[in-house]
Protein backbone atom coordinates (compact mmCIF):
# COMPACT_ATOMS: atom_id res chain seq x y z
CA UNK A 1 0.00 0.00 0.00
CA UNK A 2 1.30 3.35 -0.71
CA UNK A 3 -0.72 4.80 2.37
CA UNK A 4 2.86 6.68 4.55
CA UNK A 5 3.94 4.19 7.52
CA UNK A 6 3.61 5.89 10.87
CA UNK A 7 6.88 7.88 11.33
CA UNK A 8 9.73 5.08 12.31
CA UNK A 9 11.81 5.57 15.18
CA UNK A 10 14.61 4.05 13.40
CA UNK A 11 15.43 6.47 10.40
CA UNK A 12 18.22 5.25 8.00
CA UNK A 13 19.99 7.27 5.72
CA UNK A 14 23.15 8.71 4.61
CA UNK A 15 25.02 11.79 5.66
CA UNK A 16 27.50 13.38 2.68
CA UNK A 17 30.15 15.77 3.38
CA UNK A 18 31.03 18.26 0.74
CA UNK A 19 34.09 19.09 2.90
CA UNK A 20 35.67 16.65 1.40
CA UNK A 21 33.87 14.57 -1.34
CA UNK A 22 36.64 15.05 -4.25
CA UNK A 23 34.56 14.28 -7.04
CA UNK A 24 36.11 10.59 -8.08
CA UNK A 25 33.16 9.14 -9.04
CA UNK A 26 33.99 6.04 -6.86
CA UNK A 27 30.57 5.60 -5.35
CA UNK A 28 28.86 6.31 -8.53
CA UNK A 29 30.39 3.21 -10.00
CA UNK A 30 30.42 1.26 -6.53
CA UNK A 31 26.63 1.92 -6.79
CA UNK A 32 26.25 0.49 -10.29
CA UNK A 33 28.42 -2.44 -9.75
CA UNK A 34 27.11 -3.48 -6.66
CA UNK A 35 23.26 -2.73 -7.37
CA UNK A 36 23.42 -3.81 -10.72
CA UNK A 37 24.23 -7.33 -9.89
CA UNK A 38 21.52 -7.34 -6.44
CA UNK A 39 17.87 -5.71 -6.04
CA UNK A 40 16.04 -6.02 -8.61
CA UNK A 41 17.09 -5.65 -12.58
CA UNK A 42 20.12 -5.19 -13.94
CA UNK A 43 20.90 -0.98 -14.20
CA UNK A 44 21.08 -0.96 -18.13
CA UNK A 45 22.94 1.06 -20.48
CA UNK A 46 22.17 2.51 -23.54
CA UNK A 47 24.42 2.68 -26.37
CA UNK A 48 27.31 2.32 -23.58
CA UNK A 49 30.46 2.76 -26.09
CA UNK A 50 28.47 4.67 -28.52
CA UNK A 51 28.78 8.56 -28.88
CA UNK A 52 25.68 9.24 -26.50
CA UNK A 53 25.26 6.82 -23.94
CA UNK A 54 23.37 7.18 -21.34
CA UNK A 55 22.00 4.70 -18.14
CA UNK A 56 20.07 4.30 -14.80
CA UNK A 57 22.13 5.21 -12.12
CA UNK A 58 21.32 5.43 -8.13
CA UNK A 59 23.83 8.17 -7.53
CA UNK A 60 25.21 10.71 -9.37
CA UNK A 61 27.94 13.34 -8.43
CA UNK A 62 27.33 16.74 -9.73
CA UNK A 63 29.66 19.81 -9.34
CA UNK A 64 28.77 23.13 -8.51
CA UNK A 65 30.42 26.55 -8.12
CA UNK A 66 29.37 28.57 -4.97
CA UNK A 67 30.24 32.35 -4.67
CA UNK A 68 32.27 35.04 -6.27
CA UNK A 69 35.92 35.92 -6.93
CA UNK A 70 38.37 34.65 -4.23
CA UNK A 71 35.93 33.51 -2.31
CA UNK A 72 34.57 31.30 -4.64
CA UNK A 73 33.87 27.16 -4.09
CA UNK A 74 34.02 24.41 -5.99
CA UNK A 75 31.94 21.54 -4.36
CA UNK A 76 31.51 18.20 -5.60
CA UNK A 77 27.64 16.97 -4.74
CA UNK A 78 26.65 13.71 -4.68
CA UNK A 79 23.05 12.88 -4.75
CA UNK A 80 21.00 10.06 -4.62
CA UNK A 81 18.10 9.45 -2.74
CA UNK A 82 17.20 10.80 0.51
CA UNK A 83 14.57 8.43 2.03
CA UNK A 84 11.88 10.88 2.80
CA UNK A 85 10.02 10.66 5.82
CA UNK A 86 7.22 12.48 4.17
CA UNK A 87 8.03 10.99 0.52
CA UNK A 88 5.81 12.24 -2.13
CA UNK A 89 7.18 9.52 -4.25
CA UNK A 90 5.31 7.16 -2.47
CA UNK A 91 1.68 8.42 -1.88
CA UNK A 92 1.32 9.11 -5.95
CA UNK A 93 2.07 6.02 -7.08
CA UNK A 94 -0.88 4.02 -8.46
CA UNK A 95 0.04 0.40 -8.15
CA UNK A 96 1.71 0.34 -4.29
CA UNK A 97 4.76 -0.52 -6.18
CA UNK A 98 6.61 1.95 -4.70
CA UNK A 99 6.67 1.99 -0.83
CA UNK A 100 8.85 3.30 2.52
CA UNK A 101 9.40 0.33 5.09
CA UNK A 102 7.92 0.93 8.22
CA UNK A 103 10.31 -0.34 10.03
CA UNK A 104 13.69 1.04 8.93
CA UNK A 105 12.19 4.36 7.07
CA UNK A 106 13.86 3.08 3.94
CA UNK A 107 11.70 3.88 0.45
CA UNK A 108 11.92 0.91 -2.10
CA UNK A 109 10.21 0.04 -5.20
CA UNK A 110 8.23 -3.29 -5.68
CA UNK A 111 9.56 -3.96 -9.51
CA UNK A 112 7.08 -6.96 -9.88
CA UNK A 113 4.07 -4.41 -9.44
CA UNK A 114 5.99 -1.15 -10.98
CA UNK A 115 4.08 -0.28 -14.22
CA UNK A 116 6.59 2.28 -15.11
CA UNK A 117 4.18 5.04 -15.36
CA UNK A 118 7.41 7.65 -14.21
CA UNK A 119 4.84 9.62 -11.80
CA UNK A 120 7.21 9.06 -9.04
CA UNK A 121 10.09 10.34 -10.89
CA UNK A 122 7.98 13.56 -11.47
CA UNK A 123 7.27 13.83 -7.92
CA UNK A 124 10.38 13.81 -6.48
CA UNK A 125 12.13 17.41 -6.46
CA UNK A 126 15.47 15.58 -6.12
CA UNK A 127 15.60 13.99 -9.35
CA UNK A 128 16.11 10.47 -6.73
CA UNK A 129 14.61 8.17 -9.70
CA UNK A 130 15.25 6.62 -12.88
CA UNK A 131 13.66 4.76 -15.43
CA UNK A 132 15.19 1.88 -16.38
CA UNK A 133 15.57 2.40 -20.21
CA UNK A 134 15.82 -1.61 -20.61
CA UNK A 135 13.11 -3.01 -18.12
CA UNK A 136 10.76 -0.62 -18.11
CA UNK A 137 10.80 -0.26 -14.27
CA UNK A 138 11.49 2.63 -11.67
CA UNK A 139 15.11 2.36 -10.50
CA UNK A 140 16.22 4.23 -6.84
CA UNK A 141 18.73 3.99 -4.28
CA UNK A 142 17.92 0.74 -2.16
CA UNK A 143 19.98 2.43 0.72
CA UNK A 144 22.17 -1.04 -0.08
CA UNK A 145 18.89 -2.70 1.76
CA UNK A 146 20.71 -6.31 0.71
CA UNK A 147 23.84 -5.30 2.45
CA UNK A 148 23.21 -3.63 5.49
CA UNK A 149 21.06 -6.47 6.54
CA UNK A 150 22.84 -9.13 4.81
CA UNK A 151 25.02 -11.49 7.61
CA UNK A 152 27.02 -13.59 5.20
CA UNK A 153 29.09 -10.45 4.45
CA UNK A 154 32.10 -9.48 6.46
CA UNK A 155 30.91 -7.23 8.96
CA UNK A 156 32.63 -4.14 7.73
CA UNK A 157 30.68 -4.66 4.17
CA UNK A 158 27.64 -4.22 5.98
CA UNK A 159 27.51 -0.61 5.12
CA UNK A 160 26.13 0.62 1.60
CA UNK A 161 28.30 -0.19 -1.61
CA UNK A 162 28.74 4.20 -1.86
CA UNK A 163 30.13 4.70 1.81
CA UNK A 164 32.37 1.12 1.82
CA UNK A 165 34.07 2.50 -1.63
CA UNK A 166 34.38 6.42 -0.44
CA UNK A 167 38.18 7.08 -0.62
CA UNK A 168 37.80 10.27 1.41
CA UNK A 169 34.95 8.62 3.52
CA UNK A 170 32.79 11.71 2.84
CA UNK A 171 29.69 9.84 2.77
CA UNK A 172 28.53 7.92 6.30
CA UNK A 173 26.13 5.74 6.57
CA UNK A 174 24.04 5.46 9.97
CA UNK A 175 19.83 5.65 12.36
CA UNK A 176 19.39 9.53 12.16
CA UNK A 177 16.67 8.93 14.16
CA UNK A 178 19.20 7.58 17.01
CA UNK A 179 20.33 10.97 18.19
CA UNK A 180 22.99 9.48 20.15
CA UNK A 181 24.26 7.12 16.42
CA UNK A 182 27.48 8.84 15.32
CA UNK A 183 25.63 10.33 11.93
CA UNK A 184 23.44 12.39 14.40
CA UNK A 185 26.53 13.66 16.16
CA UNK A 186 28.38 14.43 12.99
CA UNK A 187 24.81 16.14 12.02
CA UNK A 188 24.76 18.27 15.11
CA UNK A 189 28.24 19.18 14.66
CA UNK A 190 29.23 20.33 11.51
CA UNK A 191 25.45 21.88 11.30
CA UNK A 192 23.87 19.02 8.65
CA UNK A 193 21.12 20.34 6.82
CA UNK A 194 18.10 19.61 4.37
CA UNK A 195 17.98 19.45 0.73
CA UNK A 196 15.54 22.16 -0.26
CA UNK A 197 13.41 21.66 2.91
CA UNK A 198 10.55 24.29 1.24
CA UNK A 199 9.61 21.41 -0.18
CA UNK A 200 8.31 19.64 3.33
CA UNK A 201 9.67 16.09 2.05
CA UNK A 202 11.22 15.79 5.22
CA UNK A 203 14.77 14.08 4.12
CA UNK A 204 16.33 11.40 6.23
CA UNK A 205 20.19 12.12 4.23
CA UNK A 206 21.81 15.37 5.52
CA UNK A 207 24.61 17.39 4.14
CA UNK A 208 27.36 18.38 5.82
CA UNK A 209 28.60 22.05 4.65
CA UNK A 210 31.68 22.76 3.40
CA UNK A 211 33.98 23.93 6.16
CA UNK A 212 35.04 27.48 6.47
CA UNK A 213 38.03 28.49 5.10
CA UNK A 214 41.16 28.93 7.77
CA UNK A 215 42.03 32.14 6.93
CA UNK A 216 40.02 34.98 4.77
CA UNK A 217 41.18 35.78 1.70
CA UNK A 218 40.94 39.22 1.94
CA UNK A 219 43.57 41.41 -0.28
CA UNK A 220 46.03 41.89 2.70
CA UNK A 221 46.91 38.09 2.69
CA UNK A 222 46.17 36.89 -0.64
CA UNK A 223 49.62 35.60 -2.80
CA UNK A 224 49.80 37.56 -6.53
CA UNK A 225 50.48 34.04 -8.11
CA UNK A 226 50.52 36.15 -11.48
CA UNK A 227 53.21 38.30 -9.84
CA UNK A 228 55.53 35.60 -8.34
CA UNK A 229 55.15 33.74 -11.80
CA UNK A 230 57.05 36.89 -13.77
CA UNK A 231 60.91 36.42 -14.01
CA UNK A 232 63.40 39.08 -13.84
CA UNK A 233 64.59 40.49 -16.98
CA UNK A 234 67.83 39.36 -17.68
CA UNK A 235 71.01 41.98 -17.64
CA UNK A 236 74.98 42.59 -17.72
CA UNK A 237 76.60 39.84 -19.21
CA UNK A 238 73.57 37.05 -19.56
CA UNK A 239 71.52 40.06 -21.37
CA UNK A 240 74.36 40.39 -23.83
CA UNK A 241 74.74 36.61 -24.31
CA UNK A 242 71.01 36.84 -24.70
CA UNK A 243 70.67 39.24 -27.09
CA UNK A 244 74.13 37.89 -29.31
CA UNK A 245 73.02 34.63 -29.50
CA UNK A 246 69.33 35.91 -30.56
CA UNK A 247 71.60 37.91 -33.42
CA UNK A 248 73.54 34.56 -34.59
CA UNK B 1 8.29 18.76 -18.97
CA UNK B 2 8.99 16.18 -22.19
CA UNK B 3 5.32 16.65 -24.21
CA UNK B 4 4.73 13.31 -24.77
CA UNK B 5 2.61 12.67 -27.59
CA UNK B 6 0.69 9.44 -26.06
CA UNK B 7 -0.08 11.89 -22.88
CA UNK B 8 -1.61 14.76 -25.28
CA UNK B 9 -3.22 12.25 -27.10
CA UNK B 10 -4.66 10.57 -24.09
CA UNK B 11 -5.56 13.74 -21.49
CA UNK B 12 -7.23 15.55 -24.92
CA UNK B 13 -9.25 12.79 -26.48
CA UNK B 14 -10.35 10.95 -22.77
CA UNK B 15 -11.17 14.32 -21.80
CA UNK B 16 -13.76 15.16 -24.81
CA UNK B 17 -14.61 11.20 -24.73
CA UNK B 18 -15.67 12.17 -20.61
CA UNK B 19 -16.97 15.27 -21.53
CA UNK B 20 -19.39 13.94 -24.72
CA UNK B 21 -20.57 11.04 -21.98
CA UNK B 22 -21.71 13.64 -19.35
CA UNK B 23 -23.83 15.87 -21.45
CA UNK B 24 -25.54 12.52 -23.05
CA UNK B 25 -25.53 11.52 -19.24
CA UNK B 26 -27.81 15.21 -18.74
CA UNK B 27 -29.77 14.01 -21.88
CA UNK B 28 -28.72 17.30 -23.84
CA UNK B 29 -29.21 15.70 -27.07
CA UNK B 30 -32.26 13.50 -28.49
CA UNK B 31 -31.41 10.74 -31.10
CA UNK B 32 -33.99 10.10 -33.21
CA UNK B 33 -33.55 6.32 -34.14
CA UNK B 34 -31.64 4.64 -32.04
CA UNK B 35 -28.66 4.03 -34.73
CA UNK B 36 -28.04 7.79 -34.13
CA UNK B 37 -28.19 6.72 -29.98
CA UNK B 38 -25.51 3.83 -30.39
CA UNK B 39 -23.49 6.28 -32.79
CA UNK B 40 -23.73 9.22 -29.93
CA UNK B 41 -22.65 6.82 -27.56
CA UNK B 42 -20.29 4.77 -29.93
CA UNK B 43 -18.36 8.53 -30.12
CA UNK B 44 -17.94 9.22 -26.62
CA UNK B 45 -16.76 5.69 -25.77
CA UNK B 46 -14.34 5.74 -28.74
CA UNK B 47 -12.73 8.61 -27.72
CA UNK B 48 -12.63 7.23 -24.09
CA UNK B 49 -10.90 4.17 -25.55
CA UNK B 50 -8.54 6.01 -27.70
CA UNK B 51 -7.28 8.08 -24.95
CA UNK B 52 -7.00 5.14 -22.52
CA UNK B 53 -4.90 3.07 -25.10
CA UNK B 54 -2.67 6.14 -25.64
CA UNK B 55 -2.33 6.43 -22.02
CA UNK B 56 -0.79 2.81 -21.96
CA UNK B 57 1.71 3.39 -24.33
CA UNK B 58 3.08 5.76 -21.97
CA UNK B 59 4.02 2.34 -19.62
CA UNK B 60 7.05 0.45 -19.30
CA UNK B 61 4.64 -2.62 -18.26
CA UNK B 62 1.33 -2.14 -19.71
CA UNK B 63 0.32 -5.19 -18.92
CA UNK B 64 0.50 -4.99 -15.54
CA UNK B 65 -1.75 -1.59 -15.81
CA UNK B 66 -4.56 -3.09 -13.91
CA UNK B 67 -2.59 -2.86 -10.52
CA UNK B 68 -3.10 0.63 -11.01
CA UNK B 69 -6.56 0.53 -9.81
CA UNK B 70 -5.19 -0.59 -6.34
CA UNK B 71 -4.10 2.91 -4.83
CA UNK B 72 -7.21 4.68 -5.10
CA UNK B 73 -6.53 6.08 -1.53
CA UNK B 74 -3.81 7.65 -1.87
CA UNK B 75 -2.92 8.54 -5.76
CA UNK B 76 -4.67 10.67 -8.26
CA UNK B 77 -3.37 8.07 -11.14
CA UNK B 78 -5.04 5.33 -9.37
CA UNK B 79 -8.36 7.31 -8.72
CA UNK B 80 -8.61 8.11 -12.48
CA UNK B 81 -8.11 4.45 -13.65
CA UNK B 82 -10.92 3.54 -11.31
CA UNK B 83 -13.24 6.34 -11.72
CA UNK B 84 -12.25 6.02 -15.63
CA UNK B 85 -13.51 2.17 -15.61
CA UNK B 86 -16.63 2.62 -13.87
CA UNK B 87 -17.34 5.27 -15.86
CA UNK B 88 -17.16 3.42 -18.71
CA UNK B 89 -19.10 0.57 -17.92
CA UNK B 90 -21.72 2.81 -16.32
CA UNK B 91 -22.03 4.44 -20.08
CA UNK B 92 -22.04 0.94 -21.58
CA UNK B 93 -25.14 0.24 -19.32
CA UNK B 94 -26.89 3.80 -20.13
CA UNK B 95 -26.36 3.42 -23.70
CA UNK B 96 -27.65 -0.35 -23.64
CA UNK B 97 -30.80 0.58 -21.61
CA UNK B 98 -31.71 3.67 -24.19
CA UNK B 99 -31.06 1.68 -27.01
CA UNK B 100 -34.89 1.45 -27.72
CA UNK B 101 -36.28 4.64 -26.79
CA UNK B 102 -32.97 6.81 -28.12
CA UNK B 103 -32.20 8.16 -24.56
CA UNK B 104 -31.40 6.66 -21.54
CA UNK B 105 -32.38 6.59 -17.92
CA UNK B 106 -31.99 9.96 -16.38
CA UNK B 107 -30.76 8.59 -12.77
CA UNK B 108 -28.16 6.51 -14.50
CA UNK B 109 -27.27 9.61 -16.61
CA UNK B 110 -27.15 12.08 -14.02
CA UNK B 111 -24.39 9.24 -12.13
CA UNK B 112 -22.75 9.10 -15.63
CA UNK B 113 -22.69 13.12 -15.92
CA UNK B 114 -21.23 13.01 -12.20
CA UNK B 115 -18.64 10.23 -12.66
CA UNK B 116 -17.42 11.50 -16.21
CA UNK B 117 -16.81 15.16 -14.28
CA UNK B 118 -15.15 13.51 -11.18
CA UNK B 119 -12.73 11.54 -13.56
CA UNK B 120 -11.30 14.40 -16.00
CA UNK B 121 -10.88 15.98 -12.11
CA UNK B 122 -8.88 13.39 -11.28
CA UNK B 123 -6.91 13.59 -14.64
CA UNK B 124 -5.91 17.02 -13.76
CA UNK B 125 -5.32 16.07 -10.21
CA UNK B 126 -2.43 14.11 -11.15
CA UNK B 127 -0.60 16.67 -12.53
CA UNK B 128 -1.76 19.80 -10.45
CA UNK B 129 -1.16 17.67 -7.36
CA UNK B 130 2.49 18.15 -7.81
CA UNK B 131 4.50 20.29 -5.43
CA UNK B 132 7.51 20.09 -7.79
CA UNK B 133 5.62 21.30 -11.23
CA UNK B 134 5.04 25.17 -10.20
CA UNK B 135 2.73 25.82 -13.47
CA UNK B 136 1.04 22.77 -12.79
CA UNK B 137 0.81 23.41 -9.54
CA UNK B 138 -2.04 25.52 -9.57
CA UNK B 139 -5.86 26.07 -7.97
CA UNK B 140 -7.08 26.50 -11.21
CA UNK B 141 -5.00 23.42 -13.39
CA UNK B 142 -8.45 21.17 -12.97
CA UNK B 143 -10.64 23.97 -13.96
CA UNK B 144 -8.89 23.97 -17.13
CA UNK B 145 -9.09 20.49 -17.75
CA UNK B 146 -12.77 20.38 -17.03
CA UNK B 147 -13.53 23.66 -19.50
CA UNK B 148 -11.93 22.26 -22.41
CA UNK B 149 -13.67 18.53 -21.93
CA UNK B 150 -17.22 20.07 -21.52
CA UNK B 151 -16.39 22.99 -23.92
CA UNK B 152 -15.32 20.32 -26.23
CA UNK B 153 -18.20 18.06 -25.17
CA UNK B 154 -20.71 20.42 -26.27
CA UNK B 155 -19.07 21.44 -29.49
CA UNK B 156 -19.11 17.77 -30.12
CA UNK B 157 -22.73 17.24 -29.56
CA UNK B 158 -23.95 20.19 -30.82
CA UNK B 159 -22.41 18.31 -34.37
CA UNK B 160 -23.78 15.59 -33.58
CA UNK B 161 -27.31 16.86 -32.68
CA UNK B 162 -27.27 18.93 -35.86
CA UNK B 163 -26.17 15.84 -37.84
CA UNK B 164 -28.76 13.45 -36.43
CA UNK B 165 -31.88 16.31 -36.25
CA UNK B 166 -31.41 17.91 -39.50
CA UNK B 167 -28.92 21.21 -39.08
CA UNK B 168 -30.43 22.91 -36.22
CA UNK B 169 -28.63 22.54 -32.48
CA UNK B 170 -29.60 24.33 -29.44
CA UNK B 171 -26.58 23.42 -28.14
CA UNK B 172 -24.71 26.17 -30.27
CA UNK B 173 -25.58 28.15 -27.81
CA UNK B 174 -24.07 26.59 -24.27
CA UNK B 175 -21.42 25.71 -26.65
CA UNK B 176 -20.56 29.32 -27.20
CA UNK B 177 -20.82 29.66 -23.07
CA UNK B 178 -18.74 26.55 -22.51
CA UNK B 179 -15.82 28.32 -24.65
CA UNK B 180 -15.94 31.33 -23.96
CA UNK B 181 -15.54 30.66 -19.56
CA UNK B 182 -13.35 27.97 -20.73
CA UNK B 183 -11.25 30.87 -22.30
CA UNK B 184 -11.28 33.04 -19.43
CA UNK B 185 -10.32 30.35 -17.18
CA UNK B 186 -7.35 29.50 -19.55
CA UNK B 187 -6.01 32.88 -19.54
CA UNK B 188 -6.27 33.24 -15.49
CA UNK B 189 -4.51 30.37 -15.53
CA UNK B 190 -1.85 31.01 -18.49
CA UNK B 191 -0.77 33.84 -16.23
CA UNK B 192 -0.71 33.14 -12.71
CA UNK B 193 0.11 29.54 -12.68
CA UNK B 194 3.90 28.83 -11.73
CA UNK B 195 4.20 32.43 -12.04
CA UNK B 196 5.92 32.62 -8.59
CA UNK B 197 8.12 29.79 -9.37
CA UNK B 198 8.44 26.72 -7.08
CA UNK B 199 10.00 28.28 -4.70
CA UNK B 200 12.83 26.32 -4.81
CA UNK B 201 16.38 27.57 -6.19
CA UNK B 202 19.53 26.23 -6.84
CA UNK B 203 20.99 27.82 -3.56
CA UNK B 204 18.04 25.53 -1.89
CA UNK B 205 18.74 22.85 -3.70
CA UNK B 206 22.23 22.15 -2.37
CA UNK B 207 21.93 23.97 0.64
CA UNK B 208 25.22 26.29 -0.71
CA UNK B 209 23.48 29.52 -0.26
CA UNK B 210 25.46 31.10 2.21
CA UNK B 211 28.06 31.05 0.06
CA UNK B 212 26.51 33.40 -2.38
CA UNK B 213 25.45 32.17 -5.76
CA UNK B 214 25.60 28.34 -6.78
CA UNK B 215 26.06 27.95 -10.33
CA UNK B 216 26.40 24.41 -12.15
CA UNK B 217 30.04 23.90 -13.21
CA UNK B 218 29.95 20.20 -14.50
CA UNK B 219 27.10 17.48 -14.84
CA UNK B 220 27.16 14.29 -13.15
CA UNK B 221 28.20 12.88 -16.77
CA UNK B 222 28.86 13.57 -20.08
CA UNK B 223 25.51 13.45 -21.92
CA UNK B 224 22.15 13.75 -21.42
CA UNK B 225 20.56 11.39 -18.71
CA UNK B 226 17.31 10.14 -18.26
CA UNK B 227 16.32 12.67 -15.89
CA UNK B 228 16.98 15.42 -18.04
CA UNK B 229 15.01 13.63 -21.08
CA UNK B 230 12.23 13.84 -18.80
CA UNK B 231 11.89 16.45 -16.95
CA UNK B 232 14.80 19.48 -18.60
CA UNK B 233 12.43 20.22 -21.92
CA UNK B 234 12.42 23.53 -22.84
CA UNK B 235 10.44 25.93 -25.43
CA UNK B 236 11.65 29.29 -26.89
CA UNK B 237 9.38 32.08 -25.45
CA UNK B 238 8.84 32.89 -28.79
CA UNK B 239 7.74 29.71 -30.07
CA UNK B 240 5.36 29.65 -27.13
CA UNK B 241 4.03 32.59 -27.94
CA UNK B 242 3.29 31.67 -31.61
CA UNK B 243 1.80 28.37 -30.29
CA UNK B 244 -0.32 29.96 -27.77
CA UNK B 245 -1.83 31.50 -30.52
CA UNK B 246 -1.92 29.35 -32.51
CA UNK B 247 -3.75 27.11 -29.55
CA UNK B 248 -6.60 30.04 -29.02
CA UNK B 249 -7.16 30.52 -32.29
CA UNK B 250 -8.08 26.30 -33.37
CA UNK B 251 -9.74 25.70 -29.55
CA UNK B 252 -11.62 28.65 -28.79
CA UNK B 253 -12.25 31.25 -31.40
CA UNK B 254 -13.09 29.70 -34.78
CA UNK B 255 -14.92 27.19 -33.21
CA UNK B 256 -16.63 29.97 -31.16
CA UNK B 257 -17.16 31.69 -34.69
CA UNK B 258 -18.16 28.67 -36.44
CA UNK B 259 -20.71 27.37 -33.42
CA UNK B 260 -22.44 30.43 -32.96
CA UNK B 261 -22.42 31.49 -36.80
CA UNK B 262 -23.63 28.11 -38.03
CA UNK B 263 -26.70 27.49 -36.32
CA UNK B 264 -27.83 25.90 -39.56
CA UNK B 265 -24.99 23.81 -40.82
CA UNK B 266 -24.17 20.34 -39.15
CA UNK B 267 -20.95 20.72 -41.58
CA UNK B 268 -19.78 23.74 -39.64
CA UNK B 269 -20.49 22.14 -36.44
CA UNK B 270 -18.35 19.18 -37.39
CA UNK B 271 -15.72 21.46 -38.62
CA UNK B 272 -15.63 23.42 -35.12
CA UNK B 273 -15.18 20.01 -33.31
CA UNK B 274 -12.31 18.95 -35.30
CA UNK B 275 -10.41 22.67 -35.11
CA UNK B 276 -11.39 22.59 -31.39
CA UNK B 277 -9.25 19.31 -30.93
CA UNK B 278 -6.22 19.90 -32.26
CA UNK B 279 -6.03 23.48 -30.59
CA UNK B 280 -7.08 21.59 -27.49
CA UNK B 281 -3.94 19.37 -28.42
CA UNK B 282 -1.94 22.49 -29.05
CA UNK B 283 -2.82 23.68 -25.83
CA UNK B 284 -1.52 20.52 -24.23
CA UNK B 285 1.36 20.27 -25.51
CA UNK B 286 2.19 23.87 -23.84
CA UNK B 287 1.03 22.67 -20.82
CA UNK B 288 3.95 20.20 -20.83
CA UNK B 289 6.66 22.17 -22.51
CA UNK B 290 6.14 25.26 -20.60
CA UNK B 291 6.22 23.38 -16.97
CA UNK B 292 9.56 23.10 -15.22
CA UNK B 293 10.66 20.53 -12.24
CA UNK B 294 12.71 21.68 -9.69
CA UNK B 295 15.12 18.95 -10.64
CA UNK B 296 16.38 20.87 -13.31
CA UNK B 297 17.89 22.92 -10.44
CA UNK B 298 20.49 20.50 -10.60
CA UNK B 299 21.27 21.00 -14.13
CA UNK B 300 21.90 24.88 -14.44
CA UNK B 301 18.05 25.94 -14.31
CA UNK B 302 17.84 29.25 -12.05
CA UNK B 303 14.23 28.75 -11.01
S1 LIG C 1 14.57 11.69 -2.44
FE1 LIG C 1 12.93 11.55 -3.96
S2 LIG C 1 12.75 9.36 -4.35
FE2 LIG C 1 13.87 9.55 -2.43
S3 LIG C 1 12.27 9.47 -0.85
FE3 LIG C 1 12.63 11.63 -1.30
S4 LIG C 1 11.09 12.12 -2.82
FE4 LIG C 1 11.24 9.89 -2.77
S1 LIG D 1 6.82 4.24 -12.00
FE1 LIG D 1 6.36 2.39 -10.79
S2 LIG D 1 6.91 2.94 -8.70
FE2 LIG D 1 6.76 4.85 -9.85
S3 LIG D 1 4.67 5.59 -9.55
FE3 LIG D 1 4.65 4.36 -11.44
S4 LIG D 1 4.12 2.30 -10.78
FE4 LIG D 1 4.73 3.41 -8.93
S1 LIG E 1 23.14 3.34 -0.57
FE1 LIG E 1 23.52 1.75 -2.11
S2 LIG E 1 21.96 2.13 -3.65
FE2 LIG E 1 22.05 3.96 -2.41
S3 LIG E 1 23.50 5.33 -3.46
FE3 LIG E 1 24.68 4.15 -1.99
S4 LIG E 1 25.43 2.38 -3.12
FE4 LIG E 1 23.76 3.27 -4.32
Known sequence: MTDMPAPSEKKLGLVIDLDICVGCQACVVNCKEWNTAGYGAPLSDVNAYGDNPSGSWLNRVHTFEAGKGAEARVVHFPKSCLHCEDAPCVPVCPTGASYKRAEDGIVLVNEDWCIGCGLCAWSCPYGAREMDPAEGVMKKCTLCVDRIYNDTLDEEDQIPACVRTCPTSARHF?????????????????????????????????YLPPRPRRQAADDDTSVDLVALAKTDEPSGFWSWLDKTLDRL | MRPAFSLIVFTTL??????????????????????????????????????????????????????????????????????????????????????????????????????????????????????????????????????????????????????????????????????????????????????????????????????????????????????????????????????????????????????????????????????????????????????????????????
Open chain 2, 14 to 303: SGLGFGLAAILGLGLIMAPTPQWWVIYNGVALALIGAGVLSSTLHLGHPERAWRAMTQWRSSWLSREGVLAALTTIILLGFAAEGYAEGHGNLKIGIAVALLSLATIWSTAMIYASLKTVARWHHPLTPFVFVGYAISGGLVLAAALDALANGGISLLAQPALMGLISTAIVTMIWTKQAGAEGSGSTPESATGLGNLGEVRMLMPPHSEENWLQHEMGFVVARKHAAKLRLFSVTLAIILPAVMVYSAAASSAMLVLAAITHVIGVMVSRWLFFAEAKHTVMLYYGARH
Open chain 1, 174 to 206: GDLGDPNSDVSKLVAERGGFDLMPEQNTKPVNK
